[in-house]
């Protein structure tokens, strides 16, 4: 995640601060492509929660969940001990107070990006991507929704459509 936006860090409040954390969360979704970025909008408006608490949720789950590059890292520990973790670069510092991940989750994150030779910034916007890429039937009906809001004329049948998405995923 690049930092794009040029920010005085010290002029803002502590991390976690409310004011930061929405700074700092717009700042990450800014670095997602914008379709990525819509579909967790979506998801978070969908759970009731803001964009922070839906990704903190997010992170949190995959970091508890076995993935294939787990493998990898297991054998760098085993076979290479002195093998170096992920950069923790400013976005990563960012994604920690921003998200409040405690030491158990970032340090999952750090092993497997280290893994991956990837900072763990990089890793995490990757990981993100690749989260809003898994759509669910309910995303599509939801940004078909979405689309109709703006549009009260237009008129969509979400039957079919759900019918078109499940025939498209071989359902």
């Not at 920010?7 to 990450?28: E, Q, S």
């Not at 995959?62 to 002195?82: I, K, S, Y």
């Amino acid at each position: 995640m690049t930092g794009h936006v040029d920010v005085d860090r010290r002029a803002l409040p502590p991390f976690g601060a409310h004011a930061y954390g929405v700074i700092m969360a717009t700042i990450v979704m800014d670095d997602l492509p914008a379709p990525a970025a819509d579909v967790l909008r979506r998801r978070a408006r969908r759970a009731g929660l803001s964009m922070v608490a839906y990704i903190r949720a997010e992170l949190i789950q995959l970091a508890r969940t076995r993935v294939p590059l787990d493998a990898v890292v297991e054998f760098l520990e085993a076979e290479r001990p002195g093998h170096p973790i992920a950069e923790i670069d400013a976005d990563a510092m960012a994604l920690i107070g921003v998200y409040e991940l405690s030491a158990e989750i970032w340090s999952v994150f750090s092993r497997r990006a280290g893994a991956a030779g990837m900072p763990m910034g990089g890793y995490v916007r990757q990981e993100l991507m690749t989260l809003a890429r898994r759509t669910t039937i309910e995303d599509v009906v939801l940004e078909f929704l979405e689309v109709q809001d703006q549009n009260p004329g237009l008129l969509i049948d979400m039957d079919a459509v759900i019918a078109a998405t499940r025939y498209a995923r071989a359902e």
